[in-house]
């Protein structure tokens, strides 16, 4: 038992500090999911699909842009709220902190939601905020796992049923992708001696 042990040790030590360090400064990623939610003030649960592109700007900070398309939904006539249709699109500011290849984030999002609801003729666009928690681990330089869970506040006015939250934890997880746009350069330079 303690060999087997030892030897998950080793191997972990092996694959979190014995490779390349593939998050950095200039890294663009980008993924496309199918994400699951649950409405937490309606007993509905949707289903979205689920994009992003984002852009380390350092080590710690970075840039993401994100899209959920509501796909489907679980309608009940109790909910009295039912989406024909919903594109919710943010753009935000995420913090970064982990050890070497993997990434745990935290961001803010503001956006704005395009909702079409059977309790209105045409669209609604509503302003909307997210925040997100999540894990990313980077396997090679061009691909990582990732998991992360949002919650979206989002208020819907002029129904003619009123005003009606929409508030929802939506979870994604799945396969990125990602290129490095700028070449590694390394911290420090030697000097040759003359």
């Keep these: 038992m303690v060999r087997l042990i030892c030897l998950f040790v080793t191997l972990g030590s092996f ?6 360090q593939y998050i950095r400064q200039g890294t663009l990623k980008a993924s496309v999911t199918i994400a699951p939610s649950k409405m937490l003030n309606k007993d509905v649960q949707n289903i979205y699909l689920n994009g992003f592109i ?7 900070f970075s840039l993401r842009g994100e ?14 709220f039912v989406y024909n249709g919903a594109i919710n699109t943010y753009f935000g500011a995420f913090y970064h902190n982990g050890i070497k290849n993997w990434d745990n984030y935290l961001g803010f999002q503001p956006g704005i939601s395009v909702i079409q609801t059977l309790y ?7 302003p909307t905020f997210a925040f997100k928690v999540g894990t990313a681990y980077y396997v090679w330089k061009y691909f990582h796992f990732f998991a992360d869970v949002t919650y979206t506040n989002t208020s819907l006015r002029g129904l003619s049923i009123g005003s009606q939250k929409s508030d929802e934890l939506i979870i994604s997880a799945g396969l990125g992708f990602q290129i490095n746009t700028k070449k590694k350069v390394p911290k420090y330079i030697s000097i040759p001696n003359f």
């Design 120 to 126: 209105k003729s045409g669209a609604s666009v509503c």
């Design 54 to 60: 984002a852009y380390q700007l350092d080590e710690h």
């Design 15 to 20: 694959v979190m500090f014995g490779q390349e």
């Design 67 to 80: 899209t959920f398309y509501y796909i489907k939904g679980a309608a009940s006539a109790a909910t009295a």
